[in-house]
């Protein structure tokens, strides 16, 4: 069965310091692969997706992410946070040609000053 | 532009009691999704309609049922709460084009509680 675990239940950084949030994915073919974000009383918003080709995918806000298949993962990055990114960050991945996405659990992340 | 629109934002119920929780999308999209999210779980999948006219089980379906209204609206009812529904509801569309899911559009959520 497909899974998504993002390892980290939440990160602290400082602002201006850069990010990597963690995503690791079980799925037998290449998945549909996304990142959204979501704002504290607020709805999901997407950030980025991969479907296919160039593996490094450029996103909404500064973010990127990076397709490794040999290491099924596809970990978000920013180079540096601002306090506004503070939110919760999930991964997702898609069966494809299927309408059952599959979430991880989350990552908050939290920015000091 | 309102995009997805879910109605109410906030219910308190109690155990047994139904509801019906509304979901309406004006982007024109095919496909509609209801997610419940609890702490610690990330969003799990209820029911899905791929497109008008059809609806299908997702994760959790069970003390769930949907009705898919019309291309822009879709319904979810619970016909006799349990405290175990006591979560965070959203519901989703989606545009056709990649053959499958794609980016999901989020509502704002529904809080429910039952006592």
């Known amino acids: 069965a497909q899974s998504v675990t993002q390892p980290d239940i939440h990160i602290t950084v400082s602002e201006g310091a850069s990010l990597e949030l963690r995503c690791n994915y079980s799925y037998g073919a290449t998945p549909y692969l996304f990142w959204y974000v979501q704002s504290p009383g607020q709805g999901l918003q997407l950030l980025l997706k991969y479907f296919s080709g160039d593996t490094l995918v450029q996103g909404i806000k500064g973010f990127e992410a990076e397709f490794k298949r040999s290491q099924s993962s596809f970990n978000l990055r920013k180079p540096s946070v601002h306090w506004s990114d503070a939110a919760e960050y999930f991964c997702?991945?898609?069966?494809?040609?299927?309408?059952?996405?599959?979430f991880g659990a989350g990552t908050r992340l939290f920015v000091k000053a | 532009n309102a995009g997805v629109t879910q109605t109410p934002k906030f219910q308190v119920l109690k155990t047994g009691q139904s509801m019906t929780l509304q979901c309406a999308q004006d982007m024109n999209h095919n496909s509609m999704y209801w997610y419940r999210q609890d702490p610690g779980m990330g969003l799990r999948l209820i029911y899905y309609s791929a497109s008008e006219g059809t609806t299908d089980k997702g994760e959790v379906p069970n003390g769930y049922n949907v009705s898919r209204l019309n291309k822009r609206e879709f319904s979810l009812r619970l016909e006799s709460a349990a405290p175990s529904q006591t979560s965070v509801y959203f519901c989703a569309s989606s545009a056709p084009g990649t053959g499958g899911a794609g980016e999901l559009f989020f509502g704002e959520g529904s809080r429910l509680t039952v006592l």
């Open positions: 997702a991945v898609e069966n494809t040609g299927g309408f059952k996405t599959i």
